[in-house]
């Protein structure tokens, strides 16, 4: 069994680099690629753990851009990236510390609106990871009764970015995200095989002509979000561009949309594995 799309404490996965291999090795997972958010933090130790488990770790990320002409997010994975590379440092990093100046203000204004948690609290949940994350703080107001999930009708009012005539939540703080292309140039700058990420999720399909001209390998066509019919629309727009279709769980723990999706449950088959593995150079 594969898994190419997975989190860890790192960024905003409730559990350990440790537990996510255990469980992948529980699920008879084979291969997994842990693509942490806009860091290859851990990477090193994870392949180790995977080791001692049996468990093939391909090294990755998951790059949080932007595509500023149409205004959407749009998210790309790297496979095979050199972990610690200065390319990706010196993309991601700012971006690491204008979320976590984002999550304080947050923070504040959510106490400011009554919210009986606090700043040291919410950094807690972080803890062994490059910051606080809207789960991190969703998980405080979980567990000071506010709401009874992480995503939820609270979560959706307290985030909301407003507009048409409505006002933006009590916790929204804008974010600069990077432009996609820089991610997928990053990426192959260290060593790795960019791949479009869930391309359904943020309707990032306009940009493919853009994300091709600047290097894109890839295209996630199984994913959590992706029914029958983005699974078709994204295998072939991989086999018209000659793209690596790949895909996996998006697996967050206890912070994940849903818990029907574990690790392991959207296996993109070894092609995917062997043909990532070719275009960075790598051997099985």
Same mark, same amino acid.
């Given at each position: *069994?594969?898994? @190419?799309?997975?989190?860890?404490?790192?960024?905003?996965?409730s559990?350990?680099?440790?537990?996510v291999?255990?469980? #992948?090795?529980?699920?008879?997972?084979?291969?997994?690629?842990?693509?942490?958010?806009?860091?290859?933090?851990? @990477?090193?130790?994870?392949?180790?753990?995977?080791?001692?488990?049996?468990?093939q770790?391909?090294?990755?990320?998951?790059?949080?851009?932007?595509?500023? $002409?149409?205004s959407?997010?749009?998210h790309? @994975?790297? =496979?095979?990236?050199? %972990?610690?590379h200065?390319?990706?440092?010196?993309?991601?990093? %700012?971006?690491?510390?204008?979320?976590?100046?984002?999550?304080r203000? *947050?923070v504040e204004? /959510?106490?400011?609106a009554?919210?009986?948690?606090?700043?040291?609290q919410?950094?807690?949940?972080?803890?062994? +990871?490059?910051? !606080? &994350?809207?789960?991190?703080?969703?998980h405080?107001?979980f567990?000071?009764?506010?709401?009874?999930?992480?995503?939820g $009708?609270? &979560?959706r009012?307290l =985030?909301?970015?407003?507009?048409?005539?409505?006002?933006?939540?009590?916790?929204y703080?804008? /974010?600069?995200?990077?432009?996609?292309?820089?991610?997928?140039?990053?990426?192959?700058?260290?060593?790795? !095989?960019?791949?479009? #990420?869930?391309?359904?999720?943020?309707d990032?399909?306009?940009? /493919? %002509?853009?994300l091709?001209?600047?290097? @894109?390998?890839?295209?996630?066509?199984?994913?959590?979000t992706?029914? $029958?019919? $983005?699974?078709?629309? #994204?295998?072939?727009?991989?086999?018209?561009?000659?793209?690596?279709?790949?895909?996996?769980?998006?697996f967050?723990? =206890?912070?994940?949309?849903t818990d029907? =999706?574990?690790i392991?449950?959207k296996? %993109? +088959?070894m092609?995917?594995?062997?043909? /990532?593995? #070719?275009?960075?150079?790598?051997?099985?």
């Amino acid at each position: *069994m594969i898994d @190419l799309h997975c989190h860890t404490r790192i960024s905003d996965n409730s559990m350990t680099i440790e537990e996510v291999i255990g469980l #992948a090795h529980k699920n008879g997972v084979e291969v997994l690629s842990i693509n942490d958010h806009d860091t290859t933090l851990g @990477l090193a130790h994870a392949q180790r753990v995977g080791q001692e488990q049996g468990v093939q770790i391909i090294p990755g990320i998951e790059i949080s851009g932007y595509d500023f $002409e149409r205004s959407r997010r749009v998210h790309i @994975l790297g =496979f095979h990236v050199k %972990p610690g590379h200065r390319a990706i440092s010196a993309l991601c990093d %700012p971006l690491i510390a204008r979320r976590q100046a984002a999550s304080r203000q *947050m923070v504040e204004q /959510l106490i400011e609106a009554g919210y009986g948690i606090t700043w040291e609290q919410v950094e807690r949940y972080a803890e062994g +990871g490059t910051g !606080v &994350y809207k789960q991190h703080i969703m998980h405080a107001l979980f567990d000071q009764g506010y709401t009874t999930s992480i995503y939820g $009708e609270l &979560y959706r009012t307290l =985030f909301a970015r407003g507009g048409n005539g409505t006002a933006p939540g009590a916790a929204y703080i804008p /974010l600069a995200y990077l432009d996609a292309r820089d991610a997928v140039h990053a990426i192959r700058e260290a060593g790795g !095989v960019p791949v479009l #990420a869930h391309p359904h999720q943020y309707d990032n399909w306009d940009m /493919l %002509p853009a994300l091709l001209d600047a290097g @894109l390998a890839g295209i996630e066509v199984r994913h959590p979000t992706h029914g $029958e019919g $983005e699974e078709k629309k #994204a295998m072939e727009i991989a086999e018209r561009y000659g793209l690596i279709p790949t895909g996996g769980s998006d697996f967050h723990g =206890f912070y994940g949309e849903t818990d029907k =999706f574990t690790i392991g449950s959207k296996n %993109p +088959g070894m092609h995917s594995v062997e043909r /990532l593995a #070719a275009y960075a150079g790598e051997y099985l």
